[in-house]
């Protein structure tokens, strides 16, 4: 059983579209977040949610737009892509206080 | 503000031989740190943590990691490396008032050759 699991793993679309990926998690955490993972490999936080309620809201452009229907699912919604949102995006989940679980990636290639 | 440096970028080692990987943090309370795994094309795996108490901690795949205050360094250590632990590791620590804002290292790529 896959703990943190998101959807779609590859996203290859063109600029000005909007996508969505999903995260589910299955670990009955509280908190999920959303990282980015740039071209250098580099992470960085973008959002978390605790319980439905956004958290943490790093610098990142209103173009992006976390959802989260209830605590197990969190997705991210970009509008208007641009080349620069080409990144591998990570969701993780994890309790207050305890390690976070990550899921397995979303590559976003935008052309 | 916290900070976590990793100060290799790229490390090659023998099949068999030693690894250890260097970590240093900038923070002004106790740390939490953590050790992760990226092997190719996945996503990011646990491999230890470190919270309080005994400094040197063990974690999966027979990596251990010493926390030594005196220097701010978490490296991690393991004493015999196999083909598989080629992969993309990172240190990472987050603050408690705003807990899993991780603040990740640069990472370290590692590469065994036979």
């Known amino acids: 059983d896959t703990a943190v699991s998101q959807t779609p793993k590859y996203l290859v679309t063109q600029m000005g579209n909007d996508k969505s990926i999903k995260c589910e998690q299955n670990?009955?955490?509280?908190?999920m977040y959303w990282y980015k993972q740039d071209s250098k490999k580099f992470l960085k936080i973008m959002f978390s949610?605790?319980?439905?309620?956004?958290?943490i809201n790093e610098t990142v452009p209103n173009r992006f737009s976390p959802k989260s229907p209830d605590k197990a699912h969190l997705n991210l919604h970009i509008n208007s892509l641009e080349l620069g949102d080409s990144a591998v995006y990570f969701c993780?989940?994890?309790?207050?206080?305890?390690?976070?679980?990550f899921g397995n990636g979303t590559r976003l290639t935008v052309t | 503000a916290q900070s976590v440096t990793q100060p290799d970028i790229h490390i090659t080692v023998s099949e068999g031989a030693s690894l250890e990987l260097r970590c240093n943090y900038s923070y002004g309370a106790t740390p939490y740190l953590f050790w992760y795994v990226q092997s190719p094309g996945q996503g990011l795996q646990l491999l230890l943590k470190?919270?309080?108490?005994?400094?040197l901690v063990q974690g999966i795949k027979g990596f251990e990691a010493e926390f030594k205050r005196s220097q701010s360094s978490f490296n991690l250590r393991k004493p015999s490396v196999h083909w598989s632990d080629a992969a993309e590791y990172f240190c990472a620590s987050t603050p408690t008032d705003s807990w899993g804002k991780l603040q990740f290292g640069a990472g370290t790529q590692v590469v065994v050759t036979p």
């Open positions: 470190y919270f309080s108490g005994d400094t």
């Open positions: 993780a989940s994890s309790r207050q206080g305890s390690p976070l679980h």
């Open positions: 670990l009955g955490h509280d908190t």
């Open positions: 949610y605790n319980n439905k309620e956004l958290i």
